[in-house]
């Protein structure tokens, strides 16, 4: 479930911030409600929507801001560990910094 919806819904679309608020709340309150009544690490099933969603949700002067310092950063040559830092801050675990950068793109 989570991969289908990561790849099939978030990876697919561009999202607007109120979308984002509107997803990040259907998955991290609704969906999340859901897979609890089946295990206690709901987080573990649904990590990667989670994580997308706080990237979708930033604010907008913090999402530019990681953009320009991923896209610096996935240059070849460049530290891999500096990368990694305003990720580990913001609690983005699940995902590569590829993929936050391929996310960062979609909000409108």
């Given at each position: 479930?989570?991969?289908?919806?990561?790849?099939?819904?978030i990876?697919?679309?561009?999202?607007?911030?109120?979308?984002?608020?509107?997803?990040?709340?259907?998955?991290a309150?609704?969906l999340?409600?859901?897979?609890?009544?089946?295990?206690?690490r709901?987080?573990?099933?649904?990590?990667?929507?989670?994580?997308?969603?706080?990237?979708?949700?930033?604010?907008?002067?913090?999402?530019?801001?990681?953009?320009?310092?991923?896209?610096?950063?996935?240059?070849?040559?460049?530290?891999?560990s500096?990368?990694?830092?305003?990720?580990?801050?913001?609690g983005?675990?699940?995902?590569?910094?590829?993929?936050?950068?391929?996310?960062?793109?979609?909000?409108?």
């Amino acid at each position: 479930m989570n991969q289908y919806l990561y790849s099939q819904v978030i990876r697919s679309n561009h999202f607007t911030t109120a979308g984002a608020v509107q997803l990040q709340y259907d998955i991290a309150q609704c969906l999340r409600a859901v897979v609890l009544t089946y295990t206690e690490r709901a987080e573990e099933y649904i990590g990667e929507c989670l994580d997308a969603c706080k990237l979708l949700t930033l604010p907008m002067g913090v999402a530019e801001l990681l953009k320009e310092e991923l896209k610096q950063s996935l240059t070849p040559g460049s530290q891999a560990s500096s990368t990694l830092m305003p990720l580990i801050e913001l609690g983005i675990s699940r995902l590569s910094p590829d993929e936050v950068y391929e996310i960062l793109l979609l909000r409108l």
